[in-house]
């Protein structure tokens, strides 16, 4: 009775999230992939401070546009690492052997993406408001919220054409191809609801714009969860 | 001892294809009666009628060339017919021919409507990210070499694709109706006059059948390169 | 005044009909060179079924 207890596979979201944990306590121990994309976020956002004339167009015009490509170039950087480390030694038969839903795997890697771009988010954003002296308002909450659902979106759509990518032989040019279309309403909502809260606007005009990145997330984390056993060889 | 006969083999020649002859002769027909025999619209000039090829061209593009290429990679999905697979890369490669296209006449026409050769109007930004999201299913493509992981592959990319669809449209119409552009003219009210309209119809006609024609030849190329594939891997 | 820009008519129906025609005209030479290389394989598989090891 014990025995059948203990047996017993976990469902899927319990076994979602040991996939999770797996992939976070390999990407700590090197914690590189990570470190890289925190950098190259950081060097971005000062980079383009000096990419234009400061005296005709003014920080808080130009941030959001800033934050925004950063953020999804950093994204990408993350999800490269993704599969990648599961197709030393085909590490992934070990994954598909185990009495897991095929869709657990997806969605353990995405959250592990997620946490992943949840932390260069963390520091990312508030060096953008330090460097390009945002005033710190109460949007700085709505903003956060804003980047979560940014942030979920990007994740759900990458883990799924990474799982494709690293199967390929050019796999670091064909995520970013594939993913940057479906990335672009994700920045269009981000971009454009983050303006409009940062520059002191009704919440009203942001509305639209959060409504399409909330639609946009609903529709693709249901549409790659259930396409994902489909990537796979079996 | 004779030596075996030599049988001439069927399939080097390529079948004569009526379909395709009469496609291109009806194009070039609708082409003559556009730029010939059809008035001219008053406010915009003769680079109006670049309407005919432009529009009929975007419609089979997006309506009928993606439409075909998602319904026929759903049940790729379902039923794992090989061809599907092909109807759905035919549809693609097509539909992108059909894309540049419209890209390409829609600027000529935009720098007389709006003085600008770009302007981010909604249709013609969703255009083109059309255009890239073919080119990428097509990089997909070339870069998987198992022929079925391929096809699943093409057929997840096309679905995705499909449901994208939807929000570069509406997100590009607000980023638009939010950001005015500059319009020196109206583009063509709906009613036009019957002259007009015959042209217009008979252009869409004409190119659904070069999109049939089109693709069924490059069904075909398909179909042929899976076979040397077949005898190539038997030799090896 | 009806503006003159029949220029741009003919540059987009002449770009249009240079896409399509060159899109046929590769297609035609890929089905041409697929076949010919199909054909040839055939027969090359043919010509070694007809000869026994060692004739």
């Not at chain 1, 000062?46 to 800033?66: H, K, M, N, R």
């Not at chain 2, 496609?23 to 025999?37: M, N």
């Not at chain 2, 109807?87 to 540049?100: C, D, M, Q, R, W």
């Amino acid at each position: 009775m014990d025995d059948a207890i203990a047996n017993t596979p976990p469902g899927v979201l319990a076994a979602a999230w040991l996939v999770a944990r797996k992939d976070l306590a390999i990407e700590f121990r090197t914690r590189t992939a990570f470190l890289s994309a925190l950098v190259f976020a950081l060097l971005g956002v000062t980079i383009f401070y000096f990419a234009w004339d400061s005296t005709a167009v003014s920080a808080v015009d130009l941030a959001p546009g800033v934050l925004w490509v950063i953020f999804t170039f950093a994204g990408l950087l993350g999800l490269q690492r993704s599969f990648g480390s599961e197709l030393a030694d085909r590490a992934i038969d070990g994954l598909l052997g185990a009495p897991v839903a095929r869709e657990s795997i997806y969605v353990g890697k995405a959250l592990a993406n997620l946490v992943f771009v949840v932390g260069i988010l963390v520091v990312t954003l508030p060096a953008v408001v330090l460097f390009y002296n945002l005033p710190i308002s109460s949007a700085l909450l709505a903003l956060a919220g804003i980047a979560l659902l940014a942030a979920i979106g990007l994740v759900a759509v990458g883990t799924l054409f990474s799982a494709m990518a690293v199967n390929t032989r050019m796999a670091e040019l064909l995520l970013p191809m594939l993913s940057l279309p479906f990335f672009v309403p994700i920045v269009m909502g981000a971009a454009q609801s983050s303006a409009r809260l940062m520059a002191g606007r009704p919440v009203a005009e942001a509305l639209p714009w959060l409504r399409i990145l909330v639609a946009f997330d609903i529709v693709f984390v249901t549409a790659c969860t259930l396409a994902f056993p489909f990537t796979l060889d079996e | 001892m004779t030596p075996p006969v030599v049988v001439f083999s069927d399939v080097e020649r390529t079948p004569r294809d009526p379909l395709l002859i009469v496609a291109i002769i009806a194009v070039a027909l609708v082409f003559i009666r556009a730029l010939a025999f059809t008035p001219i619209e008053a406010l915009q000039g003769p680079a109006q009628k670049i309407l005919y090829v432009h529009a009929s061209s975007a419609f089979i593009a997006l309506y009928i060339a993606f439409v075909l290429m998602a319904i026929t990679s759903i049940l790729y999905l379902w039923l794992k017919d090989e061809k599907l697979d092909r109807v759905a890369s035919s549809a693609a490669e097509v539909g992108l021919v059909f894309t540049t296209v419209v890209l390409l006449t829609g600027p000529l026409w935009g720098k007389t409507i709006w003085g600008a050769w770009w302007t981010w109007d909604a249709r013609l930004t969703s255009t083109l990210f059309l255009w890239f999201i073919i080119v990428g299913y097509g990089l997909l493509r070339g870069a998987v070499e198992d022929r079925g992981r391929r096809a699943r592959y093409s057929a997840v990319l096309g679905i995705l694709a499909a449901l994208l669809v939807p929000f570069i449209h509406l997100s590009v119409y607000m980023f638009r109706t939010l950001h005015p552009m500059p319009i020196l003219l109206k583009p063509s009210s709906p009613s036009m006059p019957p002259e007009m309209q015959i042209t217009f119809f008979s252009a869409f006609g004409a190119f659904l059948l070069l999109f049939a024609a089109l693709l069924r030849v490059r069904y075909r190329v398909a179909t042929l390169r899976d076979r040397l594939a077949d005898l190539e891997q038997e030799r090896a | 005044m009806t503006p003159d820009n029949g220029g741009y008519a003919t540059a987009a129906y002449f770009i249009a009909s240079v896409v399509y025609l060159g899109y046929i005209v590769s297609l035609r030479v890929r089905e041409r060179n697929l076949r010919r290389r199909i054909a040839q394989l055939s027969s090359q598989a043919r010509a070694e079924s007809h000869t026994p090891a060692g004739a």
